[in-house]
């Protein structure tokens, strides 16, 4: 059996470095969730301040942070990632079929 040998595909660069983004962005949200949700819920139910009828650590952590990361995910996809073609490379195909 022969052995074929591994041949890098650049897209694979540019899908780890957009992987990367992504999982970046998800601890960035993460963080985002944990400092609010619990800085400013951590107190007793009777001391928290609302806004708009919500507890501010709801408020804060769950509304603005979807309504932020949202926005920075469309940034991130818009301005940082490449649309490319996920299929076979065309050009590996066109050299096969020159074979």
């Known amino acids: 059996m022969k ?6 595909d650049p897209r694979y660069r540019i899908a780890a470095k957009e992987a ?8 960035l949200n993460f963080c985002w969730w944990y400092a609010f949700a ?10 928290y301040s609302y806004i708009l009828g919500f507890p501010a650590w709801f408020f ?3 509304i603005v942070g979807t309504a932020v990361f ?6 991130m996809v818009k301005h940082f990632y490449t ?7 065309p050009c590996d195909s066109a050299a096969d079929e020159g074979r």
Do not use: T
């Not at 990367?20 to 998800?26: E, N, Q, S, T, V």
């Open 38 to 47: 619990f800085w400013l819920g951590d107190q007793p139910p009777q001391e």
């Open 60 to 62: 804060w952590s769950v």
């Open 83 to 89: 649309d490319m073609p996920l299929g076979p490379d």
């Open 20 to 27: 990367w983004m992504a999982i970046a962005l998800f601890l």
């Open 70 to 75: 949202c926005a920075l995910a469309y940034i």
């Open 3 to 8: 052995k074929q040998e591994f041949i890098d």
